[in-house]
């Protein structure tokens, strides 16, 4: 790559519906990106639920080619610009998530494997959406099935790389939406998929995003990353930006995260 330093973890609006400004192209990403001299990966969202039966999904039907050749042609001009895919993986959908790597994975520079839900309409990333979720299911139940699905996703070996493994903890966390006293919310746990990880050989991404959030702490926490490191994990770094502003705001400290990764 051009530069030292590669964020792998950056979302646009015209290929991940998350994101709030509705006109955030490649090309305004990679403006900053080459004055700040960092590589970046596009990593949007790819949730084959939706790509299958949501119209307005931006992948909806075959539209991940659109998404090939869009790549290509920001390729052209900044060749520090990377093209992926952050895969929602789904227990009932390994087949067809095998299926889709076999076709893309060597069409694309870096897939990650991610759960933000495991029942349809219920992501435990977004706060009113995880109230809901709490509505219906205890909170220890959620943590549990959450630790449970990524476990799954990590023993498929369906992805070389997989994204913020303890993303639970986004909004349940003591700033945010206090634990209850049955939840397990132990680093070691977190510790244990992170063994799991290095144990089926896939990389496991340092997500900065948390550092915006109550919780004010990257996915998994350093202490956590230490130890994995020590244990042999391979690391990627992402901000995880869905805005300008927070990519601005966040390549130092992806620089940053990098020498810490070094120095650990
Ligand atoms: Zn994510
Ligand atoms: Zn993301």
């Known amino acids: 790559m051009k530069f030292k330093y590669t964020d792998y973890h950056i979302h646009s609006s015209d290929w991940s519906v998350d994101v709030p400004n509705k006109n955030l192209k490649f090309k305004d990403y990679a403006e ?9 990966c596009f990593l949007e969202h790819f949730e084959l639920y939706y790509v299958e039966n ?30 992926g895919l952050e895969v929602e993986y789904y227990k009932d959908k390994e087949i067809e998530l095998l ?21 349809i309409g219920y992501p435990v990333t977004t706060r009113e959406k995880l109230l809901n979720f709490l509505d219906k299911k205890s ?42 006293e049955n939840c397990d919310i132990s680093e070691d746990r977190v510790l244990e998929l992170g063994k799991l990880c290095i144990k089926n050989k896939i990389k496991i991404e340092y997500n900065l995003s948390g550092l915006r959030f109550p919780i004010k702490r990257p996915f998994p926490s350093k202490k956590v990353v230490s130890l994995l490191k020590k244990n042999g994990a391979k690391f990627f770094v992402g ?6 502003a927070q990519f601005k705001c966040f390549f130092p400290k992806v620089k940053e995260a990098y020498n810490f990764l070094d120095y650990i």
């Open 139 to 180: 909170m220890r139940d959620v943590i549990n099935e959450y630790f449970e699905t990524y476990e799954m996703m990590v023993n498929s070996k369906i992805f070389k790389n997989v994204c913020h493994i303890d993303t639970i903890f986004r909004y349940i966390n003591d700033n945010d939406l206090k634990p209850e």
């Open 54 to 83: 949501d119209k307005l999904n931006p992948f909806y039907g075959e539209k991940v080619q659109d998404y090939l050749e869009k790549i290509d042609e920001i390729k052209e001009t900044y060749d520090f610009v990377l093209g």
């Open 32 to 40: 900053i990106a080459e004055l700040s001299r960092i590589n970046i």
């Open 239 to 244: 901000s995880d930006s869905h805005s300008l």
């Open 99 to 119: 299926e889709f790597m076999d076709d893309y994975e060597r069409e694309l520079d870096f897939i990650s494997g991610s759960v933000h839900e495991w029942i």
